[in-house]
């Protein structure tokens, strides 16, 4: 059974780093072709994605957020770590990780819901 | 790169079929056939319905299809359900240096 689940902190102060881990279960992200991404949800709106490791440690990034995001694995752990630097309240919305292979993603968490207020 | 433009609303009865529509570039929906179809829940977060334009992940109803033409693809859901009410939202792989894009999402009424 493959679960992933998403931790971090609820509220962030704008100019903060946020930090998220991802924690998964059920796959290898050392399997070819497997990879695990973020995906974020302001209140209302429509997904957008953020960012991509693969099983190789390539990483890819949105062009619009590049700049301000970090993503890295530790397969000991089985986690995914995603940093965001200087949060702004633009940035609310709930974020989630997904099992990603064949071009898809085949499986989410819950997601976590990232408030960025003073 | 842009959202996948997506019609915001759709809706149909009970027993219905309603089809969404993705409308992308030839830089993603039209260069590759790695288009994807969520649904979501309210509250929920997203279920793969539809993978590499038209297949099924394992548990999928025949009653969702996908299909793909030019920079458009499309998702049909046939014998509309109640449990069908949801937003749904593409994606398709866009290229190595940006390899994701979403659709701007479409919220399906059962009548």
């Known amino acids: 059974q493959i679960t992933l689940k998403e931790s971090g902190p609820t509220l962030v102060k704008p100019t903060q780093t946020l930090t998220l881990t991802c924690t998964f279960s059920?796959?290898?992200?050392?399997?070819?072709?497997?990879?695990v991404g973020w995906i974020r949800q302001p209140p209302g709106k429509a997904l957008e994605w953020l960012a991509l490791?693969?099983?190789?440690?390539?990483?890819r990034f949105s062009p619009s957020l590049k700049s301000r995001l970090t993503i890295t694995k530790d397969t000991s752990k089985n986690q995914v770590v995603l940093t965001m630097t200087n949060m702004d309240p633009v940035d609310t919305a709930t974020y989630y990780c997904?099992?990603?292979?064949?071009?898809?993603?085949?499986?989410w968490g819950q997601g976590t819901l990232v408030t960025v207020s003073s | 790169q842009s959202a996948l433009t997506q019609p915001p609303s759709a809706s149909g009865s009970p027993g219905q079929s309603v089809t969404i529509s993705c409308t992308g570039t030839?830089?993603?929906?039209?260069?590759?056939?790695?288009v994807s179809w969520y649904q979501q829940h309210p509250g929920k977060a997203p279920k793969l319905m539809i993978y590499?334009?038209?297949k099924r992940p394992s548990g999928v109803p025949d009653r969702f299809s996908g299909s793909k033409s030019g920079n458009t693809a499309s998702l049909t859901v046939s014998g509309l359900q109640a449990e069908d009410e949801a937003d749904y939202y593409c994606?398709?792989?866009?290229?190595?240096?940006?390899?994701?894009?979403f659709g701007t999402g479409t919220k399906v009424t059962v009548l």
């Open positions: 997904a099992r990603y292979a064949s071009g898809s993603y085949f499986y």
């Open positions: 490791i693969y099983w190789n440690d390539e990483k």
């Open positions: 994606s398709s792989y866009a290229g190595s240096n940006n390899p994701y894009v």
């Open positions: 059920g796959f290898s992200l050392t399997t070819s072709g497997v990879g």
């Open positions: 030839s830089s993603d929906v039209g260069g590759y056939n790695y």
């Open positions: 590499e334009v038209s």
